[in-house]
């Protein structure tokens, strides 16, 4: 694989995959095909060899550009996406863009031009929510909110069309991703950004919904096992083998900053909140593939990263994001 087509490539864990790609394989060029949405930031990849890194500025849900980008690409991996579940909760439209008819285009114009691989970036919350043990690949998907449905309809679609136009098609369903550059959204960089300033923590229901955290060069190894070493028309789970409930990474995130319990604030729960996620990676080890984070030294090095690199978070904390706050957590 010589010319590697990564969409989504500027947010967090498309661009920790164009750093991984550009570092651990010399003859590896990335085209970084990326929309830049309020989630897409360029600093993400500042610094990367840009000899052998092009960036285009592209919507996957516009087919002419789609095609043209992918045009003389041996793969594409499809990070892009809407990913924000209360976003999606808020409003659902550019999700089915996106996740539903951006990924149709990026299979159709595979299907042109003959890609040797797709590799589309999946979730565990297609499965939905587990009350004990972990999903298999085998098991049927639930999504439950309408971002894991759109996930889950973009899943559907490429599979169909490895059966139907024998289109190389390898998914992976990936487990909550945590590690530098995550926009300050979700709950672990929210919390440790919040934390730092000395504001509030927002705690949904009881804090006891159960998270499988993964860190984010963990994700990009298992999306590379899967991209090189998988068979066309098979998914893979990537787990983190590593369960939380939020309340407990809550009251470390307090540690690792030197904070009060006081921070915390419950609020109502997310509408239709999947409590637990739990995955089985048997599969994807069987290729060869282990997470090599341990959970202690990988949050305390994430935290640390947050403290150091406020040029980074404090101005996407502004604007766009300030609205989206209010909008999300007054009155609430
Ligand atoms: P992110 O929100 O940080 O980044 C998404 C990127 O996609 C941004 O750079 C954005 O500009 C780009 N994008 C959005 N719409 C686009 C469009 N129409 N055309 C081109 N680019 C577009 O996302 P993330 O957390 O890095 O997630 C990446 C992928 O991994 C997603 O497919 C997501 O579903 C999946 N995933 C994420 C997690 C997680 O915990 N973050 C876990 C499992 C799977
Ligand atoms: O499981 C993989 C998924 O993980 C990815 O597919 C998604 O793209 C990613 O956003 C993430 O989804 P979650 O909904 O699990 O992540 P989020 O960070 O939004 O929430 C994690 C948990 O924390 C969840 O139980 C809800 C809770 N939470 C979240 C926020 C934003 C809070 O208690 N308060 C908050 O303010």
Not at 52 to 70: K, N
Not at 117 to 134: N, P, Q
Not at 204 to 217: A, F, M, S, T
Not at 252 to 259: A, N
Request: charged share 25%.
């Amino acid at each position: 694989m010589k010319r590697i087509m990564v969409t989504g490539g500027a947010g967090f864990i498309g661009s920790a995959f164009v750093r991984y790609q550009l570092r651990t394989y010399p003859d590896v060029h990335i085209v970084n095909f990326d929309k830049l949405t309020y989630a897409g930031n360029l600093n993400n990849v500042k610094g990367v060899d840009e000899t052998r890194h092009t960036f285009v500025r592209g919507d996957i849900a516009d087919a002419e550009a789609v095609m043209s980008a992918m045009k003389d690409c041996d793969a594409v991996v499809n990070f892009a996406a809407e990913t924000h579940v209360d976003r999606s909760i808020m409003a659902a439209a550019d999700f089915i863009d996106t996740d539903v008819r951006g990924v149709h285009n990026i299979v159709e114009a595979a299907k042109a031009l003959g890609t040797k691989r797709v590799l589309l970036v999946s979730t565990d919350e297609v499965y939905g929510s587990i009350a004990k043990g972990s999903f298999k690949e085998t098991d049927p998907m639930g999504p439950r909110n309408p971002y894991s449905a759109s996930k889950a309809g973009g899943e559907l679609l490429a599979m169909a069309y490895f059966h139907t136009h024998n289109v190389p098609v390898i998914i992976t369903r990936g487990s909550n991703t945590y590690g530098p550059y995550q926009y300050p959204e979700k709950v672990l960089p929210l919390f440790v950004t919040n934390a730092i300033d000395n504001q509030p923590l927002p705690l949904y229901g009881d804090g006891k919904n159960v998270r499988d955290w993964l860190y984010v060069d963990d994700h990009c190894t298992g999306i590379d096992c899967a991209l090189r070493h998988g068979e066309p028309g098979q998914i893979y789970n990537v787990a983190g083998e590593n369960e939380r409930e939020n309340i407990v990474l809550t009251r470390r995130i307090l540690e690792l900053t030197g904070r009060g319990k006081e921070l915390i604030k419950p609020i109502t729960d997310r509408p239709g909140h999947d409590r637990r996620y739990s995955i089985d990676a048997s599969k994807l080890k069987a290729l060869g593939w282990r997470a090599a984070m341990e959970w202690d030294t990988g949050i305390a090095s994430t935290v640390r990263w947050y403290k150091e690199n406020e040029w980074w978070w404090r101005p996407i904390k502004t604007g766009e994001f300030l609205e989206y706050y209010k909008r999300q957590y007054d009155n609430r």
